[in-house]
């Protein structure tokens, strides 16, 4: 009974906030994201290496004390070169996605509100789009554009816009249905702040789930791209190039291929954890 | 079922003409004259060049080529490699026997998998055995495929030498070696699918077994095993099939970093091949056909989607 009244007069930004802490999967993800995003911000000072020194001396040496993931093909420390690999992958992670979110939110929005053919326009493009599987569609972009880190980000932000595109247009169309949204436009309000002010806001919870999942699926896009050659040009570290180089001596020398595949496994793993556990945390319906 | 058929087509249509100038747009992004390329150890000679231009018709308007594009595309024209010196639509027409058969494995595995996995998550929900249904399918979906890929020619092939690690036999020839190099990069992409049929087959059986007739029918002493398959798992297996057939379009995606890495010669293999040769006519065809695959996917999940489902029938 008391926590039932505790409950209600608590704000739902609260709320939600407080069922997140609970979800321990959750926290998991969020306490691993933190290690990568330090990992990558402090790479030059924690590396214990310079991830671009060669030495002919100690080429393709097992993990031991002084190279804990070993040494590649080109006697570069491999740990080093993880760490700042996680620059490569967190970043285009982040980035694409905050592109595809910033094409496809106001897109989406302009085609809930406006309706008719402005809307059949954008949501037939999104259509198209959607009908181009994401990966083969980001390996096309990416080869049109030429081999690039930003080249593979925008390939990337553009293949996942019509995403953002969708979830911003059906949530413009629900909230137009809505009273709050009627009782602003019979007080005069013009279109646009209705779309920032009264629908934004209430998009926001699910665009917060729907980045935290596209970023693990970019960050996969990444390491993709790049194991193609299409992303991270070398000798600078990216976990997709080096698991691509690390093919060729798969009988040799295995670490090549455990680690950096390792890293991009653990921290697309923690992204969706960190996503399904936020959309526990917001999602209304749930009681706990 | 006649006026759903015409109402759906009327929005294939717009998307596919949609779809055509973006796949044509996708050649104006190319860094570079294409000329220049082609022209190869002749690109100084002005008059190659020119000849070329006139050829590709890259000389004229933009909208004069799209349509020619168009006009080809239509009668099945989808260009000519640039490397290969093949039509681009018979190259494509070769590679896509060895990626279908690739896809059809993995797509059984994916099914035997995650179905059974979903119903057996929802029947013992929030079950230690249900949580480590859902750990084990957000591991798979985590996972990304060409590293699962490398992990597994490490274990089975260099440690283990089960199987062997690359190549490939068609299925005619010797349908046992064929399976023996086929069944890790199945294994691989089938994961995969297996994790989101799981997924969504658990969510829609927990809906299923939440309704109204499920109640009925264990009021009325029907046997559990019996509610769970013949009342819930129908109603819940709807939206499974038509889900199922617009994964098994995404195979032929996840196929392009498999094959590349178990060299095998397939739809996937020709995507890689193309972008690393530069050879771009290739690249845009298979993003065309994939499109194209994807979209007739997703018009019989519809029509699926009404043949299992009484309620649309009347629709």
């Keep these: 009974m008391s926590t039932a009244l505790a409950e209600a007069g608590e704000s739902p930004g609260r709320r939600a906030l407080r069922r997140f802490m609970r979800h321990r999967l959750a926290m998991f993800g969020l306490i691993v994201v933190t290690i990568f995003v330090m990992a990558a911000v402090l790479a030059p000072w924690i590396a214990s290496h310079d991830p671009l020194e060669t030495s002919w001396s100690r080429l393709r040496q097992a993990p031991s004390w002084t190279h804990p993931f070993g040494t590649d093909e080109n006697g570069r420390d491999v740990l080093s070169r993880v760490l700042f690999g996680a620059r490569a992958s967190l970043m285009a992670g982040v980035v694409a996605v905050l592109g595809a979110a910033l094409i496809g939110v106001p897109v989406g929005l302009v085609a809930g509100l406006a309706k008719g053919w402005v809307d059949a326009v954008i949501s037939r493009i999104s259509d198209a789009m959607l009908s181009i599987p994401f990966l083969i569609l980001a390996i096309a972009l990416a080869a049109f554009l030429g081999p690039a880190l930003e080249n593979a980000m925008l390939a990337i932000a553009i293949s996942i816009s019509p995403v953002f595109v969708r979830l911003a247009r059906g949530m413009a169309l629900e909230a137009t249905g809505t009273d709050w949204v009627e009782a602003a436009r019979a007080l005069g309000n013009p279109p646009w702040r209705i779309a920032v002010l009264h629908v934004l806001p209430n998009i926001l919870p699910p665009l917060l789930v729907q980045g935290t999942l596209a970023i693990a699926e970019a960050i996969i896009a990444e390491a993709s791209l790049s194991f193609l050659g299409l992303g991270q040009q070398p000798p600078a570290p990216s976990w997709g190039s080096m698991l691509n180089s690390a093919q060729r001596f798969i009988e040799a020398a295995p670490w090549l291929a455990i680690f950096p595949g390792l890293a991009i496994f653990v921290v697309v793993l923690a992204f969706n954890l960190l996503g399904d556990g936020l959309r526990d945390a917001l999602d209304p319906r749930e009681s706990r | ?315």
């Design chain 2, 1 to 315: 079922m006649a006026a759903f058929l015409l109402r759906r087509l009327g929005q294939v249509i717009p998307t596919l003409l949609i779809l055509s100038v973006l796949v044509f747009a996708l050649q104006q992004l190319m860094p570079g004259d294409p000329a220049l390329i082609l022209a190869g150890e002749e690109r100084g000679d002005p008059e190659v060049l020119a000849q070329i231009r006139s050829e590709l018709l890259l000389d004229r308007p933009l909208v004069e080529q799209y349509l020619h594009w168009l006009w080809r595309v239509l009668h099945g024209d989808f260009g000519f490699s640039w490397r290969i010196r093949l039509p681009v639509a018979e190259l494509i027409l070769s590679k896509l026997p060895v990626t279908f058969q690739l896809a059809s494995m993995s797509f059984v595995i994916g099914v035997a998998l995650g179905v059974p996995l979903g119903v057996l998550s929802a029947v013992w929900k929030d079950r230690p055995s249900d949580w480590v249904i859902n750990g084990v399918a957000l591991f798979g979906i985590s996972m990304p495929n060409f590293w699962l890929g490398i992990m597994m020619i490490l274990l089975f092939s260099v440690q283990l030498g089960w199987l062997p690690p690359s190549g490939y036999v068609p299925l005619w020839e010797d349908p046992v070696q064929s399976l023996a190099t086929t069944i890790m990069p199945a294994f691989v992409l089938g994961t995969g699918v297996a994790s989101i049929l799981m997924r969504h087959t658990r969510a829609a059986m927990l809906s299923a077994l939440s309704q109204d007739y499920v109640r009925t029918a264990r009021a009325k002493g029907v046997a559990e095993r019996r509610v769970v398959f013949r009342h819930a798992l129908r109603n819940a297996l709807i939206p499974v099939v038509t889900l199922g057939t617009v994964e098994f379009g995404k195979l032929l995606a996840g196929a392009v970093l498999t094959e590349q890495i178990f060299t095998i010669p397939g739809f996937g293999k020709l995507v890689v091949d193309a972008v690393f040769n530069r050879d771009y006519p290739v690249v845009q065809g298979v993003v065309l056909a994939t499109a194209l695959i994807f979209v007739t996917l997703s018009l019989i999940a519809d029509l699926l989607y009404m043949a299992i489902n009484p309620r649309m029938r009347q629709a």
